[in-house]
């Protein structure tokens, strides 16, 4: 079933990667003063951008409130120059409310809404380029400015993307592999190991299953461990510019 | 056409290994890691419990009182106390309340009951004031005012039962992050540069003129629209370019600090006041902790210094000096002190908390350099508020040696 070029005889990817390899991520936090806390991240070349206001009063329909906890909005959109041909409409079609209610469970897992009863925590993110694993980096930038924020979770969220060639599990799939069968997408709260998300896109053997699962499993523990940095080094960075 | 000016990007600096200045490395953690196993610790803000571990749930410093564990995050949005001083503005009016916006999670309220009516009558609020409240306050309007309770859910209750507070006329807004904000004994400044800020606990800054005469009849509900004059319009805009660029430098904002930024930026243009330190701090923004403000100026003069290649500009105005003995005096316009980062940051860190300074200078790495005492410039022009003489403290970068250069210089212009 799967393309048999997917991985060469030596076990290289059609980019060079490695089977477990990630894509180079680039990410930093707090890139807008007016926002209360925003991210941008680069994974392979996906560059997501995320924003996030809050907790604030409920805007627009107050109705929505929920007296325990807060409300999480999020909202998908894509630039319009983000994919090889120019898109119409940047946000609103079917597609990204579905990505948007995916990214809002993954983050009512993490934060711990409760603390804010009756708010609201607005999330936007945008993909500025498309090339595979959108709702990932998405997932990923949105951990960080949420963090920027200073708004309490449980853990990091990492997701990451897995596909398979023959038996081989490949993490972080990129779009040219897009041949290679099922894509299994996986938002992990890594230091506990619970998952916060799980889409299976195609379908896959029970027993195949397994593998790309830990696959992916690993791949967003690698991702954390690359989010962790980024989130020292800005702590670092701007208590030392506080200093005490 | 107006010109533009760009500025090219600039290589981010590595961050080297935490230097917190004392009491060595800050705990620092990130969200899902766990603090402490130990189950006698008590769980504050910023933390939870999970398995009978202590983790946190933000990023920032640990922070241990006795026996409660917190962790500070970097930048939230504004917790009310009890008695903080708030700039917010009304968002809808209801009955017998406003709705204010104040950087809170919850929008806050001030109820008509906790207002002073026009003429600072006391009685029964009634129906007609009831619907006479749009009249004192509308939507979009800014107000200053005190937290008079904190509800559980966070939200919080204002009062403006003080002719301090009420309705907010002409000025320009600020909003920063409310960790910058110093608490302070008060937080209304009328500054004597010629405006006066409102330094809200929650991250909003109010600059406007400084008012004649405190009108005592209007209650704190009526605003002059005489149009204010043109130069103290540029004081105003000025001393928002200069909280601006404390802000973008980190710096905790209160009457002096703002002062010291707004007397060094005085030889500028309000408007390069941003620009320059874009273009000439952000390389040194790693470095740069104490008060600094960028002078062309200043910077031309130090460049006579030999040795000197990169600089940075701090200028720490009026320190007041246990000696008599001024670098000018002595013959020379400059003295160059070598001392690390931290004592330098001490050094500024003093002379604003009002305490001696000098006392921290010199350089343990080169002993033959005199561990010189704290300068100051020569002459007895009193600043009008904070007596004492100015100098120019300048921080010099030479790669991986960090070092210092303290430069007097007389300053011969009018304080004021």
């Not at chain 1, 980096?137 to 990492?158: E, F, W």
Request: glycine share 8%.
């Amino acid at each position: 079933m799967a393309a048999p070029e997917l991985l060469s005889d030596e076990g290289y990817r059609a980019d060079g990667r490695r089977p477990a390899e990630l894509r180079k991520v680039r990410a930093r936090m707090g890139v807008f003063a007016q926002a209360d806390g925003s991210a941008y991240i680069e994974q392979g070349n996906t560059k997501a951008l995320a924003v996030v206001y809050g907790p604030h009063e409920m805007r627009g329909s107050r109705s929505k409130a929920l007296p325990d906890r807060a409300l999480v909005n999020c909202q998908y959109s894509m630039a319009t120059f983000s994919t090889g041909e120019r898109r119409r409409r940047p946000h609103g079609d079917r597609q990204a409310g579905e990505l948007a209610l995916h990214l809002k469970q993954t983050f009512e897992a993490a934060i711990l809404t409760h603390l804010y009863p009756r708010s609201q925590i607005d999330i936007y993110v945008q993909i500025l380029q498309a090339d595979g694993g959108n709702y990932c980096a998405c997932v990923n930038a949105a951990t960080l400015a949420v963090m920027d924020a200073g708004i309490p979770m449980r853990d990091y969220v990492c997701a990451c993307s897995a596909g398979l060639a023959e038996d081989t599990p490949l993490a972080d799939r990129s779009p040219e592999e897009a041949a290679g069968g099922p894509r299994l997408v996986l938002a992990l709260l890594p230091a506990s190991g619970q998952i916060a998300l799980l889409q299976l896109s195609a379908r896959l053997h029970q027993e195949r299953l397994e593998a790309a699962l830990e696959a992916a499993g690993q791949a967003c523990r690698a991702l954390h461990a690359v989010l962790d940095r980024v989130v020292r080094d800005r702590l670092r960075e701007v208590t030392a510019l506080l200093g005490d | 056409m107006a010109a533009i000016t760009m500025r090219l990007p600039v290589a981010r600096k590595a961050v080297g290994p935490s230097a917190s200045s004392r009491g060595g490395e800050k705990h620092l953690v990130a969200p899902g890691d766990t603090i402490t196993t130990d189950t006698g610790y008590m769980r504050g803000h910023g933390t939870y419990v999970d398995e009978e571990k202590l983790i946190a749930s933000v990023a920032g410093a640990v922070e241990r009182v006795n026996k409660l564990v917190c962790v500070k995050a970097l930048k939230t949005r504004y917790n009310g106390e009890v008695g903080d001083i708030v700039v917010g503005r009304i968002t809808e009016v209801q009955q017998k309340r406003w709705k204010v916006e104040t950087n809170s999670r919850l929008d806050s309220v001030l109820l008509l009951s906790s207002m002073n009516l026009p003429g600072g009558e006391l009685r029964r609020r009634s129906a007609e004031d009831e619907l006479a409240m749009r009249d004192y306050l509308q939507e979009g309007d800014l107000i200053s005012a005190e937290v008079q309770s904190v509800f559980s859910d966070g939200a919080v209750s204002l009062h403006t039962r003080s002719l301090k507070y009420g309705k907010l006329g002409q000025g320009v807004l600020v909003q920063v992050s409310p960790s910058l904000v110093k608490r302070q004994k008060t937080h209304f400044h009328d500054l004597p540069c010629g405006a006066s800020v409102i330094l809200g606990n929650n991250g909003f800054i109010w600059i406007y003129p400084t008012p004649e005469q405190k009108d005592e009849e209007a209650g704190g509900f009526t605003t002059n629209l005489e149009p204010v004059p043109l130069s103290e319009r540029e004081v105003i805009s000025r001393l928002r370019n200069c909280i601006v660029a404390l802000v973008t430098q980190k710096l905790m904002l209160f009457d002096t600090s703002i002062l010291y930024c707004y007397e060094a930026s005085l030889p500028h243009q309000i408007k390069d006041i941003l620009k320059l330190e874009l273009l000439l701090l952000i390389p040194f923004k790693q470095d740069l902790t104490c008060l600094f403000t960028v002078s062309s100026v200043q910077s031309s003069s130090v460049s006579r210094l030999p040795g000197i290649v990169h600089r940075g500009a701090l200028n720490i105005a009026s320190l007041q000096h246990p000696t008599e003995r001024s670098a000018h005096e002595a013959g020379s316009d400059f003295i160059h002190i070598c001392m690390d980062r931290n004592s330098a940051k001490r050094a500024a860190h003093s002379c604003f908390m009002g305490q001696q300074p000098g006392k921290v200078l010199g350089d343990q790495r080169r002993p033959s350099l005199p561990a010189l005492h704290f300068i100051k410039g020569a002459g007895k022009k009193e600043s009008s508020r904070h007596g004492g003489p100015h100098c120019n403290v300048f921080v010099e970068h030479e790669g991986p040696k960090k070092s210092c250069a303290v430069f007097s210089k007389d300053t011969e212009r009018d304080p004021m």
